[in-house]
């Protein structure tokens, strides 16, 4: 699953120990493993290889730059879905031919940095964004290539925060509307400027079935062969991201169970297939570590007092996620044979890990067995790779955390800890 394990008694990332990495580097720290990110992008690009898919990372996963690189190396194109996104991917040596740019509310600042750059695909959201794009790319002199974003209207069995194909959600265009879109797309001034050749949907993150993906797919398959049969030919799917990542143990899907029930369906239909995976690819490849200040009870209650909280990794205050958290270094006494949820041992005391920041909503984790641990200990928060740093604030006046990527037995920071000035530096000289 991921290259973090414990070895007699300590937490190591690839060949090393975290305590040291921390000690280091200093707390809160996100610490990222190569090994993982490389391996879970083979993953998905093997059990999709059938289909000679464009592989677009999601960037809003985790942005660094380095680790951008790191998948551009790989092979990964990028899904964006902001002109800050592309900004971050050219720096990365991003090739924006490989780029597919969703987003409901792209502003014409971001549309015209896109065409000057000559994305591959814009999934485009709305009947009025497909108009906007036209007459930009018109002003642009530029022909852009684009894909309709609909919404199948599928249930992703997700939290319901994560859920982006169904009505009721802002996204896309419903499947109803989409065909009349095209077709009158197609006989507008507008097909001048934009070569309307794809279907996208993405119908949500965190999923952990099939169906959902094979309900979705059929419905975009049903719409490419309606609008075949009305002679517009559309040659791109794009079917977005999604597939989850492991947080609780025996949760997570691998990539052939996807593969297994979408390339049979994708074979064959001759169409260029795109995919946007992120959390699969990040999700297990990063940690959180952060170090306990204090210890106190309070009420019935048994606190341990962090510093690093929802600031930096808010998927617990905002969707109520698990996320295991274990001492970096246990001793062989508390090392734990896998991670998983409640993992029952003898002489753990039930504690709630909570950060420093002024909201009740501010915990990481409630009613957690831990080992007993003191003042100074360090706390690893595990699957942290995913919609961690990226969703990071600087609420309170925290700094952000530093990062570190780890290639084996090497370690490089690959994002400086803030400062006290970067908080400042945007207001200075205004
Ligand atoms: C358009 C789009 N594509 C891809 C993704 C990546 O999803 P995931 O990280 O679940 O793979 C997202 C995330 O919400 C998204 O909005």
Redesign the pocket.
């Known amino acids: 699953m991921d290259l973090f394990r414990y070895r007699q008694g300590r937490l190591y990332c690839e060949e090393l120990p975290v305590a040291d990495l921390a000690r280091r580097f200093g707390t809160p720290l996100y610490i990222y493993s190569a090994g993982t990110l490389r391996r879970h992008y083979r993953k998905l690009a093997s059990a999709f290889a059938p289909l000679k898919p464009l592989i677009?990372y999601?960037v809003?996963?985790c942005s660094n730059t380095h680790i951008l690189r790191l998948l551009r190396e790989e092979g990964a194109g990028f899904?964006l879905?902001s002109g800050g996104e592309l900004y971050r991917v050219l720096e990365a040596g991003g090739d924006p031919a490989r780029c597919?740019f969703?987003?409901v509310a792209k502003t014409d600042a971001e549309i015209r940095f896109a065409l000057a750059k000559g994305l591959r695909l814009f999934?485009i959201e709305s009947e009025e964004e497909l108009e906007n794009l036209a007459h930009l790319a018109a002003e642009a002199g530029k022909r852009a290539r684009a894909a309709v974003?609909v919404n199948p209207n599928v249930d992703p069995k997700t939290h319901r925060y994560?859920a982006?194909g169904k009505k009721e959600t802002k996204?896309g265009v419903d499947l109803e509307r989409a065909e009349r879109v095209f077709r009158q797309f197609a006989a507008s001034a507008g097909a001048r400027h934009v070569s309307l050749e794809g279907v996208?949907c993405?119908i949500?993150?965190?999923?952990t079935t099939v169906e959902p993906y094979v309900q979705a797919v059929t419905k975009a398959l049903d719409l490419v062969r309606a609008l075949g049969g009305a002679g517009i030919e559309i040659t791109t799917l794009d079917f977005?991201?999604?597939?989850?990542?492991e947080y609780e143990g025996g949760q997570a899907l691998d990539a052939e169970a996807f593969a297994c029930a979408l390339v049979p369906l994708l074979e064959g239909t001759g169409l260029e297939i795109v995919m946007?995976?992120?959390?699969?690819?990040?999700?297990n490849a990063g940690i959180l570590v952060t170090q306990v200040q204090y210890v106190k009870a309070g009420g019935d209650r048994r606190f341990l007092l962090c510093d690093s909280g929802m600031h930096h990794l808010i998927r617990p205050a905002l969707y109520g996620s698990y996320h295991h958290i274990w001492p970096v270094d246990p001793g062989e006494d508390f090392t734990p044979a896998q991670r998983i949820r409640d993992e029952a041992f003898p002489g753990t005391e039930v504690v709630d890990v909570v950060g420093p920041i002024c909201e009740s909503s501010d915990f990481l984790a409630k009613d957690r067995h831990l080992p007993p641990v003191r003042r100074g200990g360090l706390l690893a928060v595990f699957s942290a790779g995913?919609?961690g740093m990226t969703m990071a604030s600087e609420y309170n006046s925290f700094p952000r955390p530093a990062e570190v990527l780890v290639e084996e037995a090497e370690a490089r920071l690959i994002r400086r800890r803030g400062t006290y000035e970067d908080l400042v530096a945007p207001e200075k000289d205004v």
């Open positions: 677009c999601s809003k996963v899904d879905v597919c969703a987003g999934n974003r994560m982006t996204f996208h993405h949500g993150s965190q999923i977005g991201g999604g597939f989850g990542a946007e995976p992120g959390r699969f690819i990040a999700g995913a919609y």
